[in-house]
Nanobody
Framework: QVQLVESGGGLVEPGGSLRLSCTAS????????MGWYRQAPGNERELVAV???????TYGDSVKGRFTISRDKAYRKVFLEMNSLKPEDTAVYYC????????WGQGTQVTVSS
């Protein structure tokens, strides 16, 4: 069994910053790819950012230059630094990991509003 647990979501004003964290536990020692997706009400789940074991990163177009993804050396934690947040960044953010299969966290709410 694999569990991904997110933390760090919350309410922030436009222009503010948040840092999301995700910790993996369970039978898989490390993951080849980890990352973040998000889903706003009425929208499909979309890519925010992913990072491979080699450190290659991929970002969704709407967050490039504002968000930064990183991971720990054990490949069991992934982080998302979010800066210059906009109201359109409001969504549930899901942690994602891949190693053989694909795994998802329960999600953490991020709300950007004044």
């Amino acid at each position: 069994q694999v569990q991904l647990v997110e933390s760090g979501g919350g309410l922030v004003e436009p222009g503010g910053s948040l840092r999301l964290s995700c910790t993996a536990s369970g039978r898989i020692v490390s993951f080849s790819t980890m990352g973040w997706y998000r889903q706003a009400p009425g929208n499909e789940r979309e890519l925010v950012a992913v990072i491979s074991g080699g450190g290659t990163t991929t970002y969704g177009d709407s967050v490039k230059g504002r968000f930064t993804i990183s991971r720990d050396k054990a490949y069991r934690k992934v982080f998302l630094e979010m800066n210059s947040l906009k109201p359109e960044d409001t969504a549930v953010y899901y942690c994602y990991a891949r190693e053989g299969g694909r795994y998802w966290g329960q999600g953490t709410q991020v709300t950007v509003s004044s």
